[in-house]
């Protein structure tokens, strides 16, 4: 997409009219030499456009923040100004649920950051790979920070840091082993990236951070090992951060967390808890993990074929539970999938993952086991296209063939936008004439992030004076703040922020800066990080839909005729060798364009000409066919 391109959208729309609008009523005089543009532009007629008649063009969908509270007074500000404390800036993962969780907890010139985590793009994002958070805050600020702490594991946690990690300056890096392993994993997909050196933080540790901050870490339970919950004292008073986490009495393949200590923590008085709102909008507890085993159990031994389980590689501890139940059965186990595979490895190296010497067999080894002793844990529960589970399903699997009787556990949510995918296999499944299973009909997934009555839980435990709820959909993280109002806080202490907002905090109150840190969310696509903005983003989703059409026109500098016959090259819009007669129409409504704004003496205005082609051509095909392409005149002067 060229610079002249994006000033200029393409047809159509109110903001197309806007655009060129604003263009005219500006044009300066000409200089010596130069047309003069001023002229056509009062000589332009006004002509109805024909955006309004259909379905509205493709917008890229952005937050718009109507309710504005608690800013600062200027006495605040100056306030601030002078000492600047200690301030809280979320560079993603609010009001979006596992996405670019990443935040700065920042006292004077001293800065630390918990994760860096990548999201997936929505469905109207086309062409995009995931987003990142966006760090911008930290430019020119790379020396203050002093150090990188990390939750746990997961991709939306730590899956950024290769492409940010060159933004925010030379932390100390402190993760615990399996996270710490998973990132390094993870920094071995990038080759050319800085090694990170990461010091190993377990739950107990404690360390000082510059002049102002000491981070404790505590357990709390979650789907994968070593999830950390951070303690971390300022100057003003304690901060308690936690992203993932849910309040498993009796998780599997991990101790719960040490409720004295949380109690103990709370005790000394908490000044803020920032806290993972996912559960928010659902009633109860959400399950314990070993909930899960009776029914896994059940399936697993009543199958007479072949067991299949789909559930997330980074769901480790459910890995862990279905090869214990496996081995109690005496039956076989066999990982597919890549990050399967991959974190598996990881986790069995490292000792989170326990599996007795012969339970785990090799995808050569399939073929030789009866199909009622394999255990096959796959990736590919939500549906995804080229996942093992689909692969299987389909067919098209090397080593796992199905035939009918066989069993599959869905053992994972489903995350919303997945439903029509993971429909599709599940029909496929049926097609084939398997046995299906899914969290809906039995319990065979907990969630690994709390519900209502968790969150109630450590909201007590925990007492803080201000809560932050993180982690969420905007709806979630306002119903976090309803739970804490009805244990007792009143809401001006309950902070909804939004990603970029900087948050001061006082021992007694809050507020928000006027000045907020840039928070659009940074897209990778390829080999480009951040060069996708909302003008191409746009602009795909019109491809997309209508396609696009080229029309090449040369033009006589010396008569302003059109010179030889205008080319038209299109793609997704129509075949245009099957369209002949439109094709002829079209160079016929060019030729007349441009004959009727050039000649007799008239000055050849490339970027009038290039306007009135892209609209009345786009005016046109929208006629002719409903449709709209993007038009794209070229003008080639001879
Ligand atoms: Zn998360
Ligand atoms: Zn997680």
């Known amino acids: 997409m060229t610079e002249e391109e994006t000033k200029n959208p393409p047809v159509g729309g109110p903001k197309a ?9 500006s044009t300066p005089a000409p200089r010596r030499g130069e047309p003069d543009e001023r002229k056509y532009a009062t000589r332009a007629p006004r002509r109805p456009r024909f955006g309004d008649r259909r379905r509205p063009k493709p917008v890229v969908r952005q937050i718009k923040v109507l309710r504005r509270d608690n800013e600062g007074s200027p006495e605040d500000h100056a306030r601030a100004g002078a000492t600047s404390g200690l301030k809280i800036i979320h560079f993603g993962g609010l009001g979006e649920i596992g996405k670019n969780n990443m935040v700065a907890i920042q006292y004077n010139d001293e800065i630390i950051l918990i994760d860096g985590g990548l999201g997936f793009p929505r469905q109207n994002m086309p062409g995009i790979d995931f987003s990142i958070p966006n760090v911008g805050y930290l430019a020119g600020k790379e020396n203050m920070v002093l150090a990188w702490f990390f939750s746990h594991g997961h991709l939306d946690h730590i899956g950024a840091v290769p492409f940010i990690q060159n933004k925010v300056g030379d932390p100390d890096v402190y993760a615990a082993p399996l996270t710490k392993a998973l990132l390094l994993k993870r920094m071995e997909e990038f080759k050319d990236r ?5 010091e190993e ?40 951060h936690t992203y993932d986490y849910k309040m498993d009495r009796d998780p599997v393949n991990d101790q719960p967390a040490n409720l004295e200590e949380l109690k103990a923590l709370g005790d000394k008085g908490v000044l803020l808890f920032m806290g993972d709102s ?35 590689a980074s769901a480790l501890n459910r890995v862990q539970q279905v090869v214990t139940i496996a081995e109690r059965l005496g039956k076989k186990v066999v990982f597919d999938g890549y990050s399967m595979k991959n974190n598996v490895e990881i986790a069995k190296r490292l000792g989170y993952i326990k599996i007795q010497r012969g339970t785990q067999i090799s995808l050569e080894e399939v073929a030789s086991c009866p199909r009622e002793k394999l255990i096959a844990i796959v990736t590919g529960a939500q549906g995804e296209s080229n996942a093992a589970l689909m692969r299987i399903a389909n067919g098209e699997h090397r080593f796992i063939h199905p035939i009918a009787n066989d069993t599959y556990i869905f053992s994972s949510s489903i995350i919303p936008g997945n439903e029509s995918e993971i429909q599709f296999v599940k029909d496929q499944l049926y097609r084939n004439g398997a046995k299906v299973f899914n969290y809906q009909m039995l319990d065979v997934h907990a969630s690994g992030h709390g519900d209502k009555e968790d969150i109630r839980e450590l909201l007590k435990i925990i007492r803080p004076k201000f809560l932050m709820p993180v982690h969420g959909q905007y709806s979630m993280m306002v119903n976090h703040g309803q739970i804490a109002q009805e244990e007792g806080m009143p809401k001006e202490n309950i902070i909804i922020a939004d990603n970029g907002n900087i948050t001061h905090i006082e021992a007694n109150r809050w507020w928000l800066d006027k000045e907020r840190a840039p928070a659009d969310p940074v897209y990778v696509d390829g080999l480009g990080i951040g060069d996708i903005g909302n003008v191409v983003l746009r602009d795909r989703q019109m491809l997309s839909e209508d396609g696009f059409l080229v029309v090449v026109v040369k033009v006589e500098r010396s008569t302003g005729k059109v010179s030889g016959s205008p080319d038209i090259i299109s793609r997704g819009f129509i075949y245009l060798k099957d369209n002949k007669e439109l094709l002829m129409q079209m160079r016929k ?50």
């Open 17 to 25: 009219t806007l655009a060129s609008a604003q263009q005219n009523s």
């Open 194 to 198: 800085k090694p990170l050196d990461i």
């Open 201 to 240: 933080f377990k739950a107990g540790e404690e360390v000082s951070v510059g002049k102002h901050f000491k981070v404790k870490a505590h357990r709390i339970s979650h789907s994968i090992p070593d999830d950390l919950l951070f303690e971390i004292k300022t100057p003003v008073g304690t901060i308690v």
């Open 278 to 312: 996912t559960g928010a909008e659902k009633d109860g507890h959400s399950l314990s993990e070993s909930a899960v085993t009776h029914d896994l159990e059940k399936l697993m031994s009543e199958a007479t074929g072949l067991t299949i389980i789909g559930c997330f």
């Open 589 to 638: 409504k060019v030729r007349f364009i441009v004959d009727n704004n050039t000649g007799q003496g008239k000055d050849i205005n490339g970027t009038y000409l290039k306007d009135e082609l892209r609209n009345q051509i786009g005016l046109f095909l929208f006629q002719k066919t409903e449709r709209r392409p993007m038009v794209l005149p070229v003008l080639i002067e001879v």
